[in-house]
C-alpha cells in the first residue's frame, strides 16, 4: 500500500501564492504517477496537475500559474501556486498511479486532501 499526506494549504490574498507538498511513504515506486485534483463546494472534482518523471501535463485553467514538481530523494510531490485566483479556492488531494493521467479513475491511492482558500 501508499500512503499520501497533503500539506500546506491555508488562506491567501488574491494574487498570492502557496506550495502543496504531497508525501508519499509505504511501498513506493519511482514509477508512479502523481496527479493533482481539486473540488469546490457543488463543483465536480477536476483534474490541476500530473507529473510521472520529468513529464508534466496541466489543466488549462492553471497553465503558466502553477508548477508540479517532484524530490525523488523526499517521495514528495510539490504543486507552486502563483497568482491564485478566489477561484482557486478549493480541497486538493494528491493521487498516485501506474501512468499519467487526467481522470481520478486512473489512479489508485489518495490522500486526504488540504483546504486552500483564496480571498478576493
Known amino acids: 500500500q501508499v500512503q499520501l499526506v497533503e500539506s500546506g494549504g491555508g488562506l491567501v490574498q488574491a494574487g498570492g501564492s502557496l506550495r502543496l507538498s504531497c508525501a508519499a511513504s509505504?511501498?513506493?515506486?519511482?514509477?508512479?504517477?502523481t496527479g493533482w485534483f481539486r473540488q469546490a463546494p457543488g463543483k465536480e472534482r477536476e483534474f490541476v496537475a500530473a507529473?510521472?518523471?520529468?513529464?508534466?501535463y496541466y489543466a488549462d485553467s492553471v497553465k503558466g500559474r502553477f508548477t508540479i514538481s517532484r524530490d525523488n530523494a523526499k517521495n514528495t510531490v510539490y504543486l507552486q501556486m502563483n497568482s491564485l485566483k478566489p477561484e482557486d479556492t478549493a480541497v486538493y488531494y494528491c493521487?498516485?498511479?501506474?501512468?499519467?493521467?487526467?481522470?481520478?479513475?486512473?489512479?489508485?491511492?489518495w490522500g486526504q486532501g488540504t483546504q486552500v482558500t483564496v480571498s478576493s
Open positions: 509505504g511501498r513506493t515506486a519511482s514509477t508512479y504517477a
Open positions: 493521487a498516485a498511479g501506474f501512468r499519467l493521467a487526467t481522470t481520478d479513475n486512473e489512479y489508485n491511492y
Open positions: 507529473i510521472r518523471w520529468w513529464s508534466t
